[in-house]
């Protein structure tokens, strides 16, 4: 074999055995960087307050074509989303979907809750080192400082070096200073006929609020509430006429139509909008003027427009689950939110922006109707449970004054007494709680002894125990037995850890969003490591959920 043919084969074996890269090199750089993110323009969060899931099956024919049907048949549907704690109300549900946890870990316990350390009532939003800005009254006094963790707000602005924007807005100030984080540009809610914020964003507001605001085109929703269709074809809810429902101050019956101008005064003038469809409308308004003047997604840096109805839960809790009132609200909501795609799809661009829809809690059907169908329910009797019980503690420990505090359905205790008395605070807790067995209306007792030494994973504990804040919390939590509530016998109400109060809806639409839907069930912490994901940007600093794998493309 001759030197020049050796070295030949030597060349041939040896490049046919190198690595692919060494001649794939070209090929390589030529390829798409595999993609780690999403970069939609614009995330817009909406929360519908009281929203329950089955409103989206329950009035499904009456819906257009592009609000809620929108997120179903070209998005993604959660079909069997829970918040996984208890409360279930407001204040808890708009910081969980937005922090990725619970209020174990987030510290909003509730919309309002006894201080342990202050020994005063404390709102999730208040905060008197700040002033209102837009009102001369005490309305705008209000920051996030109580939420003890980011948002999914927040990790945006962070991530974007705060160059990314943030508004949030809603009726109630809750409903947008908790969503909108520590870092929101602006977070602005309804008062007295005029949108207004805290001086914790700013000082003045901006000229094109001063103008919206100046406009007073609110004033058009000074109208008769009418059905929106005809009322004989709302066969989805319940007959107009009955026993149920609350009233307007100045209203004989709740019947349609409902004549605000004359009902304007003796309920609140703008307030009363409230608890109207209308008082949507104007949060949908607001939102579009605000998408507009802040030019949010007009760039390629990702903004967030959170926006929550508020109006949903006013019309639930005065008018109940299964009223007219209620029907004709959620398909005026369907308009709403087809007004805000539609400006979205003009404004941004189709496919440039992610939305997501759910709620802060769902709701029960009022007892007094369940009763009246044979199905078990019925309303707690607080009055002759407080005599009883405060027997029971004179009769035991001398003294009335070792509860100092019931809220959010758990007793507060004294610790400094039950010291004194020379007595165990887990026995006094545990007596405590089996004599609250004893009484109608309540179901179980945990202690909160038990929620610091378990680990709870399933059932109403698990709930329980993911809204236990341990500097925040009670010492003893009652469970009312399901279909049992606290409340007038007109409306509805929400709260429980029930089902009928977990379970709400969850779409998704838009970039980065899969077609489809699930049955697996999902909690209301998955949300925000969700969006996170899909964004590419760090999960909020407390979050305990995970992102939800089928939405994401």
């Known amino acids: 074999m001759s030197k020049n043919f050796f070295i030949l084969f030597f060349t041939i074996f040896t490049i046919s055995f190198l690595p692919s890269n060494s001649f794939g090199q070209r090929k390589s750089k030529e390829q798409t960087d595999t993609q780690l993110k999403t970069d939609p323009k614009l995330v817009v969060g909406i929360i519908v307050d009281q929203m329950r899931y089955d409103y989206i099956t329950r009035f499904w024919d009456h819906y257009g074509d592009d609000g809620f049907k929108r997120f179903v048949n070209e998005g993604f549907n959660c079909k069997n989303n829970h918040y996984n704690y208890a409360p279930t109300s407001t204040g808890p549900g708009h910081t969980s979907v937005y922090t990725g946890t619970t209020p174990a870990m987030h510290g909003i316990i509730g919309n309002n809750w006894y201080d342990k350390n202050t020994e005063t009532d404390v709102y999730c939003a208040g905060d008197p080192e700040y002033n209102s800005v837009g009102t001369t009254s005490d309305a705008g006094k209000m920051s996030p400082h109580r939420m003890t963790v980011t948002t999914i707000t927040d990790e945006l602005r962070l991530h974007t070096q705060m160059r990314g924007k943030t508004i949030a807005i809603a009726l109630k100030d809750r409903g947008a200073v908790l969503p909108g984080g520590h870092t929101a540009n602006a977070a602005y809610w309804f008062s007295d006929g005029a949108w207004i914020t805290s001086s914790f964003y700013m000082d003045n507001l901006p000229v094109w609020v001063d103008k919206f605001n100046s406009a007073k085109s609110i004033d058009a929703y000074k109208k008769p509430w009418k059905t929106l269709k005809n009322i004989t074809e709302y066969v989805e809810s319940g007959t107009d006429y009955n026993a149920y429902e609350g009233l307007f101050k100045g209203e004989k019956t709740s019947v349609f139509p409902h004549d605000l101008p004359a009902l304007w005064d003796e309920n609140g003038k703008y307030e009363l909008l409230k608890a109207t469809p209308f008082g949507n409308s104007m949060t949908a308004d607001f939102a579009i003027a605000a998408l507009e003047a802040e030019q949010l997604g007009a760039d390629e840096i990702t903004d967030f427009l959170a926006v929550s109805f508020s109006s949903t839960d006013y019309v639930g809790h005065k008018f109940g689950v299964g009223s007219k009132e209620v029907q004709d609200t959620y398909l005026r ?221």
């Open 333 to 553: 909501l369907d308009q709403d939110l087809e007004r805000l795609f539609k400006e979205l799809d003009r404004k941004v661009g189709k496919g440039e922006y992610t939305v997501f829809l759910t709620a802060d809690h769902a709701a029960i059907e009022v007892p007094s109707y369940l009763k009246d169908q044979r199905i078990p329910a019925d309303y707690i009797v607080w009055d002759e449970i407080k005599t009883n019980f405060a027997q029971f503690l004179e009769f035991n420990y001398g003294t009335t004054d070792i509860v100092k505090d019931f809220s959010n359905s758990q007793y507060f205790l004294d610790h400094s007494i039950i010291k004194n008395l020379d007595l165990s605070v887990q026995e006094v807790q545990e007596s405590i709680a089996k004599e609250l067995l004893t009484y109608k209306g309540i179901d179980r007792t945990y202690t909160a002894y038990q929620m610091w030494q378990n680990d709870y994973t399933h059932g109403i504990p698990y709930i329980l125990q993911n809204g236990y804040n341990q500097k925040r919390s009670g010492d003893v939590l009652v469970v009312l037995s399901p279909g049992v509530i606290s409340y007038p016998k007109t409306g509805s109400t929400h709260g429980s850890p029930q089902i009928y109060d977990t379970h709400v809806p969850l779409l998704f639409y838009g970039a980065g969003i899969k077609h489809g839907s699930t049955v697996a069930r999902t909690e209301i912490d998955d949300i925000a490591p969700t969006v996170a994901s899909l964004l590419g940007i760090a999960f909020p600093s407390g979050a305990t959920g995970s992102p939800i794998v089928e939405v994401l493309e």
